[in-house]
C-alpha cells in the first residue's frame, strides 16, 4: 500500500476556486485514484476517481459541474479542482488509492487512504 498525503484546504469564500493535491509515497500509475469527503456529521462520500491512465474519471453528481479529476504520474500527484465552491463543499477531503486501475465511487475498492485535508466555506 502506499502512502498518501493531501493538502491544498482552507479557508475559502463561496463561489471561490481551490486545488487540493494529494502526494503518493510510491509509485500509483497502475491504480485508480479517488476523492471522497466527509463532512461533520455525515458519512463520508464519493466525489471523484480517475483510471490509471486517466483517460477515464467519473464525479459524483452534486460536483460534476464544478469539480474535476486529474493526474500526474511522473510527480506521484492527484488533484482535485474545485470552483465556484459552495457551503455545502466544507468537508474534510479524503485520496485514495484503488485496488485496480478501473475506476470506481465505492470506498471498498479503494486500499490505501490519507488522512485528510479540511476544506472550509463560508457563505
Known amino acids: 500500500q502506499v502512502q498518501l498525503e493531501e493538502s491544498g484546504g482552507g479557508l475559502m469564500r463561496a463561489g471561490e476556486s481551490l486545488r487540493l493535491s494529494c502526494v503518493a509515497s510510491?509509485?500509483?500509475?497502475?491504480?485508480?485514484m479517488g476523492w471522497f469527503r466527509q463532512a461533520l456529521g455525515k458519512e463520508r462520500e464519493f466525489i471523484a476517481a480517475?483510471?490509471?491512465?486517466?483517460?477515464?474519471?467519473r464525479l459524483a453528481n452534486s460536483v460534476k459541474d464544478r469539480f474535476s479529476i486529474a493526474r500526474d504520474d511522473k510527480k506521484n500527484t492527484v488533484y482535485l479542482f474545485m470552483t465556484n465552491l459552495k457551503s455545502e463543499d466544507a468537508a474534510v477531503y479524503y485520496c485514495?488509492?484503488?485496488?485496480?486501475?478501473?475506476?470506481?465511487?465505492?470506498?471498498?475498492?479503494?486500499?490505501?487512504w490519507g488522512q485528510g485535508t479540511r476544506v472550509s466555506v463560508s457563505s
Open positions: 480517475i483510471s490509471w491512465t486517466g483517460m477515464s474519471d
Open positions: 510510491g509509485r500509483i500509475s497502475d491504480l485508480a
Open positions: 485514495a488509492a484503488g485496488r485496480s486501475g478501473a475506476v470506481s465511487d465505492n470506498p471498498a475498492d479503494f486500499a490505501s
